[in-house]
C-alpha cells in the first residue's frame, strides 16, 4: 500500500486498525511517498492500493472511493491576541508573519490554490520560514514564529499541545483510496 505523507500518517492508521480487527490475518505494507510516486506504482503493479489527499471536486478516478474530508484552518500560538476571536478574517490573518510550506508539501498546492482564488500573490505575504511539512510548522506555531494554516483533523491533535485552531480558510481536500482492480 502507498500514500501520502498526511493520509499515510493520519488517516490510515484508524482505518487499518479497524479493518484488522475484522480481518486479523490480512497484512499491511505501508510505503508513504508522493503523488508521483504513488501513481507510478499503483499504475505497474508495485503497490495494490494507494490513499493520498487531493482538493474537494476534483473528479474521481475509477477505483478511487473518499474515506475522509478535512478542511485547512488557520493555527495560532498560545496566548495569541486572534485567539480569543471566534471569527478570524483573512485580512487579519494577513497581517502577521506566516509560516508556509515547501512546495513538496502536499499542503502547498492547496494553500496556494486558496490565496490564488483570494487574489493574494504569496509573494506579497509576511512569510517568514517555508517548512517542510505540517508537523514542523505546528512546531515553529508553538514556538511563536507566526501563523500557519493546517489540516483540521492535524489542527485537533496539536491542540492539545496549546495551539489554536480557526476555520478561516475554507479549503477542503479529501482523503481517497484507489485499488485499479475494484472496478465501480
Known sequence: MGASKIAG??????????????NPSVDFNLEILDLSQIMEKISNGEI?????TKPCGVEMLEGEIGIARDELVVITPPGHNLT?????????ILRYP???????????????EFFRLNGIRVESLKVKMLMPDVSSSIIAVLEGLGLSFCPELLAKK???????????????RECNLLNLHIKM
Not at 495494490?48 to 493520498?52: H, P
Open 9 to 22: 500518517e493520519h488517516v490510515l492508521p484508524c482505518i487499518i486498525s479497524n479493518f484488522k480487527r475484522n
Open 48 to 52: 495494490d492500493i494507494a490513499s493520498y
Open 84 to 92: 480569543k476571536r471566534e471569527d478570524i478574517t483573512l485580512e487579519q
Open 98 to 112: 506566516l509560516i508556509l510550506y515547501d512546495t513538496g508539501c502536499e499542503v502547498s498546492n492547496l494553500l496556494n
Open 158 to 172: 496539536a491542540k492539545r499541545a496549546g495551539v489554536s485552531g480557526h476555520n478561516s480558510c475554507p479549503r477542503c
